[in-house]
């Protein structure tokens, strides 16, 4: 569980904080700089040596892959550590949320603290996701909620999916309070 002075700074700036482990996940993004950097030597070459234009068509290739992978992978990593805000009736209780969630959702467990007001809930792997966990801070009249891939740098889109899945039963919640 995240510890009381974490979870102030995640209400404050409503990111979590970023640990050994997620920068070690920014080594991927090597990957999509190599990509641009071979494009950059190629067009060099290109440059010095006059070769064909097949050789320019291939290193502006190189270079807009390398380019949209870098984006996509820098906005899907800001994306795992972004918290989305949504107001709530306040008195719909944390209980009333966690068991909720584990009726809807694939969860392989969950665990809440009344005291803090959070909630941990972990998707079950699939064959496109190692598992997610899904954490809640109840906050009075809103909740934070995020969704993080664990064992993995990030999924393609299923973090998403969950933060949209829980925005809605939070909703349906308050709808129906």
Known sequence: MIDEKVLQQIIATKKA????????????????????FCGCILVKNLLLFH???IDLIIAISLMLIGGFLLRFMLTRFKANFTYIQ???????????????????????????????GLIEAYTKTTQLSWGEKITIIHCGAY???????????????????????????????????
């Open 86 to 116: 949504v107001g709530i009736n306040p008195d719909v209780g944390l209980k009333d949320i966690a068991e909720k969630m584990h009726a809807d959702l694939n969860l392989d467990y969950y665990q809440f603290n009344n005291q803090l």
């Open 17 to 36: 904080p970023l640990t050994f482990n997620d920068y070690a996940n920014y080594i991927g993004v090597l990957f999509p700089l190599f990509l641009i």
């Open 143 to 177: 909740v934070l909620i995020n969704s993080q891939p664990m064992g993995q740098p990030a999924t393609i889109y299923h973090d998403k999916v969950n933060v949209r899945k829980v925005r809605e039963l939070v909703e349906g919640l308050f709808v129906n309070a």
């Open 51 to 53: 070769k064909d234009v």
